[in-house]
């Protein structure tokens, strides 16, 4: 079956310079969610889109931001990079995203690497 | 979404039935109880997820007492690829907020 794909899976960047992540859910699934888990952390919410309209934000930087496509991929966009973004970057996607009684299916994830 | 507290570390042995508990004493009517787990590092992954009765799926069972205050997740027959961080997530929304979960290790 297919799964969430997220690309790409490893990525370094500088100080300061900016970072585009990809996810393409599951086809016809229609809500993506983005979750940052920082070196020994667990997940954290940062943004949820439902049918190209964000739907929830959580703790999003400023400096971030993210949109869902017509094609129901989504990308994150990351600005004046920091160290402390260095980080698993985490899509996961459901259908029928507001509805409760759903399961989120998470793709493996974009490592992220600031120096 | 409702505080959940489970214990940070358990040990099972492997053929043996896993029980992780959760404590959510402040769950309220709408709020469902899901579990996921994260295998070191991979996107985690989901198991189960029920409101008031009991629920029972290829991977686990949830038990959820009659007041709705805890919950138990149970791994019938738990294998080496059991081990893993559990999450249980009290929701209203469909958006999942981690705790810090139960590491479960399973040994040989």
């Known amino acids: 079956a297919a799964g969430v794909i997220q690309s790409p899976r490893h990525l370094i960047k500088e100080k300061r310079e900016t970072a585009t992540l990809k996810c393409y859910p599951i086809p016809r699934h229609d809500t993506v969610y983005w979750y940052q888990q920082g070196p020994g952390q667990d997940p954290q919410f940062l943004i949820s889109f439902y049918e190209k309209m964000q739907s929830d934000k959580g703790s999003i930087p400023d400096r971030f931001s993210a949109q869902q496509f017509s094609d129901y991929h989504s990308e994150l966009n990351m600005s004046s990079l920091e160290l402390g973004d260095s980080a698993l970057y985490f899509c996961?996607?459901?259908?029928?995203?507001?509805?409760?009684?759903?399961?989120?299916?998470f793709g493996p994830g974009t490592r992220l690497t600031v120096l | 979404d409702a505080k959940t507290t489970q214990p940070p570390s358990m040990d099972c042995a492997e053929g043996r039935a896993a029980n992780l508990p959760c404590n959510h004493s402040t769950i309220s009517g709408n709020e469902y109880v899901y579990w996921y787990r994260q295998i070191h590092s991979q996107g985690p992954q989901y198991i189960i997820h029920?409101?008031?009765n009991n629920e029972t799926n290829e991977m686990a069972s949830l038990i959820i007492t009659e007041d709705r205050k805890s919950s138990t997740l149970i791994l019938p027959h738990a294998t080496l690829r059991d081990t893993a961080v559990y999450y249980c997530i009290v929701i209203w929304t469909n958006n999942l907020f981690f705790g810090t979960g139960t590491r479960l290790t399973v040994i040989p």
């Open positions: 996961a996607s459901s259908l029928e995203g507001l509805a409760i009684d759903n399961e989120q299916f």
């Open positions: 029920g409101l008031k």
